[in-house]
C-alpha cells in the first residue's frame, strides 16, 4: 500500500481551539469531570448585567459550533444544565465528590437540540428554501429528526423536531428571503418581530 500524506496545498480544516481567558478553567473542568469534584463557580446567563454562582458537578465538555461547553448538573436548579466555557469565572472545588450518573449520555441530552440549546418543549418545524437556497440546503446535515420535502416549483422543505426554537431561527435569519418559516406560528411570529427590529434598526439615517 502507498501511504498517502496531504499537505495544506490540497487539503485543509481548521480546529477552534479554547480562547486564552478559557484555557484554565478548561483544566480546571476537565480535572473536575475526571476526579468527581463539585465545584461553583460564577456564571453571566447570555444577556445577564452580571455573573451569579453556580454549584455544579460537571459531567461533559463538548465542543459545538466553533464553541465549549460544559454539561453539568446544576444543584441549585436540580437540573442538567449547559454552560459556556466564555461566561465561566472563578472555578472552585467544593470538596465534595459525586457519583457520575451511570445512565449519562451525551447523544441523549442533545437528542433534541439542533445545537446546544434544550428545553423541555417539543416543536415541529417547517422550513422553506427557494429554489437557489434548496441546492445548498439539501446537502447539508442539521439534526437526526430533519426531512426533505421537494415541492413542484423547486424549493425545498426541511421538517425538524426540536426542543428550541432559538438556533431554528438564526437560520432563517441566515438564509434572509430564501428561506420561510412555515411552523409552528411562534416561530414565524419570532421572525416577524425580528425583520421589523431589523428594519428599525437599518432604516435610513435621519
Given at each position: 500500500?502507498?501511504?498517502?500524506?496531504?499537505?495544506?496545498?490540497?487539503?485543509?480544516?481548521?480546529?477552534?481551539?479554547?480562547?486564552?481567558?478559557?484555557?484554565?478553567v478548561?483544566?480546571?473542568?476537565t480535572?473536575?469531570?475526571?476526579?468527581?469534584?463539585?465545584?461553583?463557580?460564577?456564571?453571566?446567563?447570555?444577556?445577564?448585567?452580571?455573573?451569579?454562582?453556580?454549584?455544579?458537578?460537571?459531567l461533559?465538555?463538548?465542543?459545538?459550533?466553533?464553541?465549549?461547553?460544559?454539561i453539568?448538573q446544576?444543584?441549585?436548579?436540580?437540573?442538567?444544565?449547559?454552560f459556556?466555557?466564555?461566561?465561566?469565572?472563578?472555578?472552585?472545588?467544593?470538596?465534595?465528590?459525586?457519583?457520575?450518573?451511570?445512565?449519562?449520555?451525551?447523544d441523549?441530552?442533545?437528542?433534541?437540540?439542533?445545537?446546544?440549546?434544550?428545553?423541555?418543549?417539543?416543536?415541529?418545524?417547517?422550513?422553506?428554501?427557494?429554489p437557489?437556497?434548496?441546492?445548498?440546503?439539501?446537502?447539508r446535515?442539521?439534526?437526526?429528526s430533519?426531512?426533505?420535502?421537494?415541492?413542484?416549483?423547486?424549493?425545498l422543505?426541511?421538517?425538524?423536531?426540536l426542543?428550541?426554537?432559538?438556533?431554528?431561527?438564526?437560520?432563517?435569519?441566515?438564509w434572509?428571503?430564501?428561506?420561510?418559516a412555515?411552523e409552528?406560528?411562534e416561530?414565524?411570529?419570532?421572525v416577524?418581530a425580528?425583520?421589523?427590529?431589523?428594519?428599525?434598526n437599518?432604516?435610513?439615517?435621519?
Amino acid at each position: 500500500m502507498v501511504g498517502y500524506a496531504p499537505t495544506r496545498d490540497l487539503i485543509s480544516f481548521k480546529l477552534v481551539a479554547p480562547a486564552l481567558h478559557e484555557l484554565h478553567v478548561f483544566d480546571l473542568l476537565t480535572r473536575a469531570i475526571t476526579e468527581q469534584n463539585e465545584v461553583t463557580f460564577d456564571y453571566r446567563k447570555l444577556g445577564a448585567p452580571a455573573p451569579a454562582v453556580r454549584r455544579v458537578q460537571p459531567l461533559h465538555l463538548t465542543h459545538r459550533e466553533g464553541r465549549w461547553y460544559l454539561i453539568a448538573q446544576d444543584l441549585g436548579r436540580s437540573a442538567m444544565r449547559t454552560f459556556a466555557l466564555g461566561r465561566i469565572a472563578d472555578v472552585t472545588t467544593t470538596g465534595n465528590t459525586f457519583e457520575r450518573p451511570k445512565d449519562f449520555s451525551v447523544d441523549r441530552y442533545f437528542a433534541a437540540a439542533l445545537s446546544v440549546m434544550n428545553g423541555r418543549e417539543t416543536h415541529h418545524v417547517r422550513l422553506r428554501f427557494s429554489p437557489l437556497a434548496a441546492d445548498d440546503v439539501r446537502d447539508r446535515f442539521f439534526h437526526e429528526s430533519q426531512a426533505f420535502h421537494p415541492q413542484p416549483d423547486g424549493s425545498l422543505d426541511l421538517t425538524l423536531t426540536l426542543a428550541d426554537l432559538l438556533e431554528v431561527q438564526r437560520i432563517v435569519l441566515q438564509w434572509g428571503g430564501h428561506a420561510v418559516a412555515l411552523e409552528p406560528a411562534e416561530l414565524r411570529e419570532r421572525v416577524r418581530a425580528l425583520g421589523e427590529t431589523l428594519a428599525r434598526n437599518h432604516a435610513p439615517s435621519p
